[in-house]
């Protein structure tokens, strides 16, 4: 590639006044064809709004959205800056999808499954009961065909979606009651979003929806007797061992959460196609570097959890497992019947999930098997 | 951020010639800063070579070289291109890493246990027998030291490494006998490099280094008795389901694989900011790349062999699992007393998995667990 010299107006001795409208000269007619030549977008800058469903540099999850925009515009080399919204700060956590799509925010930082009434398809690209962990939702959205039907299903609503960030492998939540048998889900005040508060509910659970600010206290005072909420790193900082008595694994609503990258699509696509990349490429890192980081945090706060605070653990018995595993498989089916894309997206990780599942067993299983 | 215009030469109807050397014009004030200016590397283009240990467009390998170059040229906006050499075009496989500490490249893609004379430490950095697989060999790697330690590795020779894809775990090769016990190992004519290798000598086998290209005669002429290789992604296409009755698992000798990027480190210095940038988040999102293509491509090359080509899969029995990871402990910790660095790589990586080991038996492994 020739090398172009590239001049800047304050190398030309102009002001940048001069050029602000990127008007001609008539003494020069080089300056004419600058001037034609300056409204390229070339260089032009673009100053972007992410707003987020998370507080302020919430670890993690706040943390990652920074990473992000922090990325981006190390890699444009200041072209495309990204300020970013905690949740409230421009709209509300769950007006985050309208605010990219309507155009407000070019970009969003949040989780699919708040999209339920936009989409019925978009909880699946969260979180599954009993399914996919982390590298295996990667391989299925980047590979499997997975990206496709997500972007499919907000193309209506000029919003495109990418995977980044993932928790990996949750825990089933904080208890003040034990769980010895199937029996025991009856009438358990539980807080639990999305399909894993459907399946306890259909195993009898009393399902309750609340925000993460108020979950200490209704546990603290008993409103209910249990909750989930992430794991070790994310439920350390909550300080939830001090209300719970136990705290059960695995956690079978949520094998990995995937967080969500929203793009409004016309904004990306007036990007020329560097940017339009860099955005695409630090989506892809981003999301790499989260699980990384929770990997770590998970388990430095569980060895804090047990040794300093003696925190109780306990395994949901085989046979609620499986009672929660038959209600999944119904809820799941019951929501892939909403329509067309549900089916298709439904029936597509399924089919992924089973195809991996067969060479996991004889391979990373079969490896953390072997641990002693 | 200001809007700056940027003028390039031919819009100011002045040939490139005008300004290759970048002269001033006595006449023209203005030129003279420009001249000054233009020797700025701003947009300075820069044509990088890749010298790499695959053969062109190995499926996984090579294909994961090319996928990193075309990422770099992309998000550069085509400053910064790499040319993809394979194995033996430029330098042979073997020489990768002198190319890149000389200069002869400015970029290697290899793997790092190749270069355990330049470094005891070097093949902690790829594969560990027993080890941590690519979800935690990444949280190490990033979040846990391990970069740090593999940079410090090769430091005096100019090079950075950088994780740039994995294998995910792999397979405990192909088998014309059957393992049965401990005492079936010995006098075992296999294939193995690196640490399995090891591993296996100490247990009696007789093990022979081969490279890729011999192994199928090998086995099929019964020179050897068995071979590893990588995983039914990369197995499928050697053909060994040909030669050998028998697939073993779990790849005890390899939980993961990492493939090594390798930079010159006075060339990396002298890009600008961004240009690093790029170079560094491309290895990140390389990296997840891959994983995603053997996850994907292993379920579906492991459904081949079982299905069309009747391959039969054997699990080695726990006790001689059990005397390989006493073995590997022994290989290790031998390998790790040979430099202080060593035994600091050692260390942290067993503390590390020690660490998430603990987290994974309730999360990632306890998943897995469920399935049917």
Same mark, same amino acid.
């Given at each position: 590639?020739?090398?172009?010299?590239?001049?800047?107006?304050?190398?030309?001795?102009?002001?940048?006044?001069?050029?602000?409208?990127?008007?001609?000269?008539?003494?020069?007619?080089?300056?004419?064809?600058?001037?034609?030549?300056?409204?390229?977008?070339?260089?032009?800058?673009?100053?972007?709004?992410?707003?987020?469903?998370?507080?302020?540099?919430?670890?993690?999850?706040?943390?990652?959205?920074?990473?992000?925009?922090?990325?981006?515009?190390?890699?444009?080399?200041?072209?495309?800056?990204?300020?970013?919204?905690?949740?409230?700060?421009?709209?509300?956590?769950?007006?985050?999808?309208?605010?990219?799509?309507?155009?407000?925010?070019?970009?969003?930082?949040?989780?699919?499954?708040?999209?339920?009434?936009?989409?019925?398809?978009?909880?699946?690209?969260?979180?599954?009961?009993?399914?996919?962990?982390? %590298? $295996?939702?990667? #391989?299925? +959205?980047?590979?499997?065909?997975?990206?496709?039907l997500?972007?499919?299903?907000? /193309? @209506?609503?000029?919003?495109?979606?990418?995977?980044?960030?993932?928790?990996?492998?949750q825990?089933?939540?904080?208890?003040?009651?034990?769980?010895?048998?199937?029996?025991?889900?009856?009438?358990?005040?539980?807080?639990?979003?999305?399909f894993?508060?459907?399946?306890?509910?259909?195993?009898?659970?009393?399902?309750?929806?609340?925000?993460?600010?108020?979950?200490?206290?209704?546990?603290?005072?008993?409103?209910?007797?249990?909750t989930?909420?992430?794991?070790?790193?994310?439920?350390?900082?909550?300080?939830?061992?001090q209300?719970?008595?136990?705290?059960?694994?695995?956690?079978? %609503? $949520?094998p990995? #959460?995937? +967080?969500?990258?929203?793009?409004?699509q016309?904004?990306l696509?007036?990007?020329? /196609? @560097?940017?339009?990349?860099?955005?695409?490429?630090?989506?892809?890192?981003?999301?790499q570097?989260?699980?990384?980081?929770?990997?770590?945090?998970?388990?430095?706060?569980?060895?804090?959890?047990?040794?300093?605070?003696?925190?109780?653990?306990?395994?949901?018995?085989?046979?609620?497992?499986?009672?929660?595993?038959?209600?999944?498989?119904?809820?799941?089916?019951?929501?892939?019947?909403?329509d067309?894309?549900?089916r298709?997206?439904?029936?597509?990780?399924?089919?992924?999930?089973?195809?991996?599942?067969?060479?996991h067993?004889?391979?990373?299983?079969?490896?953390?098997?072997?641990?002693?």
């Amino acid at each position: 590639m020739k090398r172009r010299q590239i001049l800047t107006a304050a190398g030309l001795g102009l002001g940048a006044a001069a050029l602000a409208g990127c008007k001609g000269d008539n003494q020069n007619q080089g300056l004419n064809q600058a001037a034609a030549e300056c409204e390229s977008n070339q260089q032009q800058t673009y100053k972007w709004k992410m707003v987020t469903s998370w507080p302020k540099n919430f670890p993690g999850l706040g943390t990652t959205a920074q990473r992000f925009a922090d990325t981006v515009n190390e890699l444009s080399g200041g072209r495309l800056s990204v300020q970013v919204f905690a949740a409230g700060e421009l709209v509300p956590a769950l007006e985050v999808f309208d605010a990219v799509s309507n155009g407000t925010a070019e970009l969003g930082h949040s989780a699919a499954y708040y999209w339920k009434g936009k989409s019925p398809a978009a909880p699946f690209f969260t979180a599954v009961p009993f399914g996919m962990n982390a %590298q $295996e939702m990667n #391989a299925w +959205l980047y590979e499997g065909g997975g990206l496709e039907l997500w972007q499919q299903a907000y /193309a @209506d609503m000029g919003v495109v979606p990418l995977p980044c960030g993932n928790t990996g492998v949750q825990m089933a939540g904080w208890f003040n009651k034990e769980i010895h048998a199937v029996d025991d889900l009856k009438g358990l005040k539980i807080r639990m979003p999305g399909f894993g508060g459907e399946v306890l509910a259909r195993a009898g659970a009393t399902t309750v929806n609340l925000p993460g600010s108020e979950i200490f206290t209704a546990l603290e005072t008993g409103v209910i007797d249990a909750t989930d909420w992430v794991s070790p790193y994310n439920d350390l900082a909550f300080g939830l061992y001090q209300a719970a008595k136990y705290y059960y694994y695995p956690g079978w %609503q $949520e094998p990995c #959460a995937v +967080l969500e990258l929203s793009i409004n699509q016309a904004a990306l696509e007036a990007l020329p /196609a @560097d940017l339009q990349a860099i955005v695409r490429q630090t989506a892809r890192s981003t999301n790499q570097a989260m699980l990384d980081e929770y990997t770590r945090r998970n388990a430095e706060a569980l060895q804090t959890l047990v040794t300093e605070h003696r925190v109780q653990l306990r395994q949901l018995p085989e046979a609620v497992l499986d009672r929660l595993r038959e209600l999944s498989a119904d809820v799941l089916e019951d929501t892939a019947n909403t329509d067309q894309l549900t089916r298709q997206v439904w029936d597509s990780m399924e089919a992924f999930r089973e195809k991996v599942s067969a060479y996991h067993a004889i391979s990373e299983q079969a490896m953390y098997g072997l641990r002693h």
